[in-house]
């Protein structure tokens, strides 16, 4: 899952690798692991576990859930799957039609890294993004928004998080974006009902760990869509293909498909069997790269010489006046 590039670098989120300097054991870091979530409500009804109420409990190496619920003229799909094996693969998608439809989907990556070295290092967390989309489609009240976030201890270091909302006719795109994963989808306006995701490689700076530090590193998709069809009855279109896609079985390839009148709409990014674009293993990686460090004697001398010139400055000041 986590491969060693070292340069010189520390041991990263591998399986209970142990490290040894100067024959002395250093800390291990921990076994990486994912979390998946899949929730639904159809037509008002209360919210429900989908992964609870189908008895689907993926083992903490990783788990693929695919399923589609639907009831009284609304639906929804999703897809939530990771794998710590390697190659990794990545994602969430959550879709919906109909009348009246939720649904949100999760996966989780979490691990700890600790520095083994004994100076301080500058950690980089690189991996592959296949693309993706948000989109809303036909009459109706609804959101679809998609976040992809890379956590430190629980503070936010990289995010890409773009949210399509639509009250009748009137649409809005927007973007709340933070650093590397920032590049991953952006509007093409402010009224964009659809935008599709940048797949490719991607580099987040996760800063300086001290010598002996231990850190927590989060990685998450979360994809979320919800909407109410608002022009009468349902469409007795097909409008079921979840973001303007449909099978053409003669050329056995997915060709554009223009929507009908009902409501839907996608949520979706790291889906390697979208069919849109080549497969992409994930392929998590974390460099650190030694960072020499001012010696507490250096540290003591540069404060006191900015401490001096700071008098100095003061005295001119002073004797200007």
Not at 294 to 320: I, Q
Request: with cysteine.
């Amino acid at each position: 899952m986590y491969n060693d590039n070292l340069a010189p670098r520390a041991k990263l989120l591998s399986l209970l690798v142990a490290a040894a300097c100067a024959g002395v054991a250093l800390p291990a870091a921990a076994d990486p692991s994912i979390s998946l979530t899949a929730v639904y409500a159809l037509n008002g009804a209360p919210e429900v576990d989908a992964m609870a109420e189908d008895g689907f409990s993926p083992p903490s190496t990783g788990g693929d859930y695919l399923n589609t619920k639907s009831a009284a003229g609304s639906s929804v799909f999703f897809h939530t799957y990771g794998f710590t094996s390697s190659p990794t693969y990545f994602g969430a998608r959550a879709s919906g039609e109909g009348l009246d439809f939720y649904a949100k989907t999760s996966a989780l990556y979490s691990g700890t890294y600790t520095n083994t070295s004994g100076s301080a290092v500058a950690l980089n967390f690189s991996f592959n993004l296949d693309g993706g989309e948000v989109g809303l489609w036909g009459t109706g009240n609804g959101s679809a928004n998609l976040r992809l976030q890379i956590r430190r201890n629980g503070s936010v270091v990289s995010q890409g998080d773009t949210l399509i909302t639509q009250v009748g006719a009137t649409v809005n795109c927007s973007e709340s974006d933070i650093g590397a994963l920032g590049a991953w989808a952006s509007c093409a306006a402010a009224d964009s009902n659809s935008v599709w995701g940048s797949g490719g490689a991607y580099s987040v700076d996760m800063g300086l760990v001290a010598a002996g530090e231990t850190i927590t590193i989060d990685y998450d998709i979360i994809s979320t869509v919800s909407g109410q069809y608002i022009d009468g009855a349902q469409s007795s279109g097909s409008c079921n293909n979840y973001g303007g896609y449909a099978l053409v079985a003669e050329e056995g390839v997915e060709q554009p498909y223009v929507p009908c009148v009902n409501f839907n709409g996608i949520s979706r990014s790291g889906d390697p069997f979208n069919g849109n674009e080549p497969s992409v293993s994930a392929d998590f990686l974390l460099t650190a790269e030694a960072v020499a460090l001012p010696e507490p004697g250096s540290l003591a001398l540069l404060a006191a010489a900015g401490g001096g010139l700071l008098v100095s400055r003061r005295r001119r000041g002073g004797s200007a006046r």
